[in-house]
Every structure is written in C-alpha cells, then in structure tokens.
C-alpha cells in the first residue's frame, strides 16, 4: 500500500505543509488569483518548528495544523506525486487565517 504524500513529507523549521484549495472567494470577500502576486487558500497539514531568526528572535510558526489560510502565491513550493499536489510554504508568506 502506498503512503499518501502528505504523510510521507515533514516541513522543516520554518515551513509548513499546505493543501490547496480552489475556492476565491470567502465569505463575501473575492480576491484576485490572477494576479502574479495573488493569495492563495489552503489547508494546513502539517507545521514545522520554530527557528532563530537572523535578528536573534525565536520565530515560531503563525498558524497550526487544520487552519484555513491565504498565503502569498510566490510564496511555495510544490510537491507533487501520483496526482496528489501538496504545498511547501515559509511561515513568512501566511498573510492571514481564515476563522
């Protein structure tokens, strides 16, 4: 039986495993998915560590495992195999969570 992608990948410290999803609009709210620096919606599957910043502050991730999100769309990465498209995203491109 062949492992889900989703359980085979583990963000690293700083990233955060993300399904996508194809809605654009959100409660009332549309945003643009043409443009090139448009959100994105997903799912949050799985979170990395926390990892010391540059500036010495200890940045730990915005969100947390089953958390709706938009996020930068030039801001992932992704993973796919067998049909199934997972996303890779850096803590820094979360803008927002959906509650």
């Known amino acids: 039986m062949t492992r889900k992608l989703a359980d085979k990948l583990h963000p690293v410290a700083g990233y955060i495993?993300?399904?996508p999803q194809e809605e654009t609009?959100?409660?009332?709210?549309?945003y643009n998915k043409e443009k090139e620096d448009?959100?994105?919606r997903g799912k949050v599957l799985k979170v990395g560590d926390g990892f010391?910043?540059?500036s010495?502050?200890?940045l730990g991730s915005p969100c947390?495992?089953?958390?709706i999100?938009?996020?930068?769309?030039?801001?992932?990465?992704n993973v796919t195999q067998e049909g199934?498209?997972?996303?890779?995203v850096r803590f820094s491109a979360i803008v927002a969570i959906i509650k």
Do not use: C, P, R, W
């Open 17 to 19: 495993t993300i399904t």
């Open 25 to 30: 609009k959100i409660e009332g709210v549309i």
């Open 38 to 40: 448009a959100y994105v």
């Open 52 to 54: 010391l910043h540059d």
């Open 56 to 58: 010495g502050n200890f």
């Open 64 to 67: 947390k495992e089953g958390d």
């Open 69 to 77: 999100v938009l996020y930068s769309f030039s801001g992932f990465e």
């Open 84 to 88: 199934e498209t997972i996303q890779v």
